[in-house]
């Protein structure tokens, strides 16, 4: 049975990031939203976090914050950041440690092969508490329904 649940509490997470440490206590009293990615610099990972950098401005005019992760290094969360221009904090999870504890490390089947991976999912965090989850994210238009439902009452 999931544990990650609306309206469960966030589980608790360290990651490195190239702006500093990322902790769940840093958003105590905020909303965030934390979206797992698989891959720096693959073409949808790309489209995923350009989109949440160009409405950042937007989510910051809401008073919440952005953050991606994966399993990739912090060296390549830099050189992926510089690349596109992204302006959002990138958590690095080289153990998985955090993807695992939102249960976002998953089974997958491409080409008839199964094999273990990053489910493209999404958090909307309130307080510590998991507001909305989006698993199996489509890219296109994700950021914006992330941000209306940022700005929901």
Not at 114 to 135: A, C, H, N, P
Not at 139 to 151: C, F, M
Request: aromatic letters at 10%.
């Amino acid at each position: 049975m999931s544990k990650i649940t609306e309206g469960a509490k966030a589980p608790d997470f360290a990651m490195d990031s190239a702006a500093g440490p990322l902790r769940l206590a840093d958003f105590a009293g905020k909303t965030f939203v934390l979206y797992f990615y698989p891959k720096d610099d693959t073409p949808g990972c790309t489209n995923e976090s350009k989109d949440f950098t160009a409405l950042k401005p937007e989510f910051d005019k809401a008073g919440v914050a952005v953050v991606g992760a994966s399993k990739d290094s912090l060296k390549s969360h830099e050189k992926f950041a510089s690349k596109y221009g992204l302006t959002i904090p990138l958590g690095s999870d080289p153990e998985g440690k955090t993807i695992e504890a939102f249960e976002s490390w998953v089974e997958k089947k491409l080409y008839g092969r199964e094999y273990m991976g990053i489910d493209r999912s999404t958090f909307l965090i309130k307080d510590g508490v998991i507001q909305r989850i989006w698993r199996k994210v489509k890219v296109a238009g994700h950021a914006q329904a992330v941000l209306d439902a940022a700005k929901a009452p």
